[in-house]
């Protein structure tokens, strides 16, 4: 069965302070890994998928399937990082299958 | 304007009550999504479609109903047998190939009265 982990639920940092929201899943077979943000007053949206092995917004996520984490990080936190951020799996095994979310963790960024 | 859009915005039903959540997207996706969003709870997958006249059951399917007539829609309905209705509902939609993007609607409010 396919699971994703997100430990904390609110993570406040100071502004210029580093930033990692965690995320661990469970997957028997080669996962496709995805975070979303969701910004106040605004639609969920995609931040970044593992495979472009991109930074967006000062963010990055690499993924370790060793340790069967897909960590966000930044290493300088902005106050318009504040968000509501959900690490998500999609698997492949059986054709492409819905996205299965973490619980999220609610970013805080504190002036 | 291409997008995903959801209505109404806020619903509200008197128990026991059928209600039908719109769900409409122009961007020629095969895939529809419908997920329930409570505080603490993240996102939970309700029913799915990858192509039309075709949908399957996701982890919470109880209480709820869908079809997929067309591949534009993909109405949800709460049912009287839903426990819990009142919540967040948000619709998703992509193209349903590998690693794509999923993009999501505003979202209903439903409130049981």
């Known amino acids: 069965a396919q699971r994703v982990t997100q430990p904390e639920k609110l993570l406040s940092v100071f502004k210029g302070a580093p930033v990692e929201l965690k995320c661990n899943y469970s997957?028997?077979?080669?996962?496709?890994l995805f975070w979303y943000v969701q910004y106040s007053r605004q639609r969920l949206q995609l931040l970044l998928r593992?495979?472009s092995r991109e930074s967006i917004k000062g963010f990055t996520a690499d993924l370790n399937k060793g340790e069967t984490s897909f960590h966000l990080k930044k290493p300088f936190a902005q106050e318009e990082d504040s968000a509501m951020y959900y690490c998500?799996?999609?698997?492949?095994?059986?054709?492409?299958?819905?996205?299965?979310f973490g619980k999220g963790t609610r970013l805080s960024v504190i002036a | 304007d291409g997008g995903i859009t959801q209505s109404p915005k806020y619903l509200f039903r008197k128990e026991g009550q059928n209600v039908t959540l719109s769900c409409e997207q122009n961007?020629?996706?095969?895939?529809m999504y419908w997920y329930r969003q409570d505080p603490g709870q993240g996102l939970r997958l309700i029913y799915y479609?990858?192509?039309?006249?075709?949908?399957q059951k996701g982890d919470i399917a109880e209480g709820y109903s869908v079809s997929r007539e067309k591949k534009e829609s993909f109405p949800l309905t709460v049912t009287s047998a839903q426990k819990n209705p009142t919540a967040f509902y948000l619709c998703?939609?992509?193209?349903?190939?590998?690693?794509?993007?999923?993009?999501f609607g505003q979202g209903t409010r439903l409130t049981v009265v």
């Open positions: 998703a939609s992509s193209s349903g190939r590998l690693n794509t993007e999923a993009f």
């Open positions: 997957y028997s077979g080669s996962p496709e």
């Open positions: 593992h495979i």
């Open positions: 998500a799996l999609s698997g492949t095994i059986s054709g492409n299958t819905p996205l299965v």
């Open positions: 961007l020629n996706h095969d895939a």
């Open positions: 479609s990858q192509i039309v006249n075709d949908f």
